[in-house]
DNA sequence: TGCTTTATTGAGACTCAGTATCAATATAAA
DNA sequence: TTTATATTGATACTGAGTCTCAATAAAGCA
């Protein structure tokens, strides 16, 4: 069995699980997710989804990120400008993310530093840890020389 | 002087250097938030305003907020779920937040040994570091027993 | 002080990402 | 097949935040 459709599979036993239905839209969307390895917004995802021929309302992309998200397919990130990317959660371990301001571009990193230091200031505090967010918005290398002319 | 009029003197030649003005909304809106330590969202401050019997329009609230922004007297954070908050930052040092999933509750932290593994973390990427978002998403203290009811 | 210029205000229209509604359709189990 | 019901697509709606514009109010100047 491959890779992608033991991933279909476990999709499949997931919307079992809920009593939902394995639809013809919502393997294209899972499809589009596992292929692609960029963090991206809804649109970016229903227009991958037309430039392959696919056609399916927005209404049903963000009813089947939804689903994603909920059964650990999908990462919903919210980087704060407006709009949610989604991102391929099935092969990634935990990482946080620079967000460079000029290109949009995400890097991806970890730090087992950090991942330590917020278990101890939430314990201090009595907080029960669910999840977090960290995100360190600057210049990408790339974007420097542009920037730098621009006064950034 | 009192403290607050030269948080008004300040923000006078904040606005005079940009050829803005000083105007009653702008002042009341300002000593509005000067005189709160909460996180909070433009229609608190617009109600805590209404409450003194200051009537100003959502708009202007919003319009001063930027002005505020920019000049350093608050500072703007969103906190994933939709809408902006906003915090006297006049008074602190820099912090990040832990927010409680349940009542919203937010905790102010800070840990140098995080801040320096960001700087270091960026620099291995030769990213320029502008400002970070880091928030703790979990359950507070107080709200640990019914969470547990309720088997979060 | 009164005059003039122009920034600001308030009211409400507008934007836009995301959600809700609902009739038509498709799935899955019998 | 048949049947029950989950899903879809089209579109109306929501809500935070922004824009527009005529009326108003600062601030500099005579």
Redesign the interface.
């Known amino acids: 069995m491959t890779i992608k459709n033991s991933n279909i599979e476990h999709f499949k036993d997931t919307l079992q699980a809920e009593g939902l239905r394995l639809t013809s839209q919502r393997i294209a969307i899972l499809e589009d997710i596992l292929a692609s390895e960029e963090h991206r917004e809804c649109d970016d995802i229903l227009f991958s989804l037309r430039s392959n021929q696919i056609s399916v309302s927005r209404a049903t992309v963000y009813r089947t990120l939804e689903i994603l998200e909920k059964g650990g397919f999908v990462r919903k990130m ?1 980087i ?1 400008d407006g709009r949610f990317r989604y991102e391929n959660k099935l092969p990634k371990p935990h990482h946080d993310h ?1 967000i ?2 000029e290109c949009g571009r995400i ?1 991806e ?1 970890v ?1 087992q ?2 991942e330590a ?2 278990v101890h ?2 314990k201090q ?17 790339d974007c ?1 020389p542009a ?1 730098a002319n621009k006064g950034v």
């Open positions: 919210n704060g620079m460079c301001l890097i990193f730090d530093e950090i230091r917020q200031l939430t505090h009595n907080f029960k840890l669910v999840r977090h967010i960290h995100q360190l918005f600057g210049i990408c290398e420097q920037a």
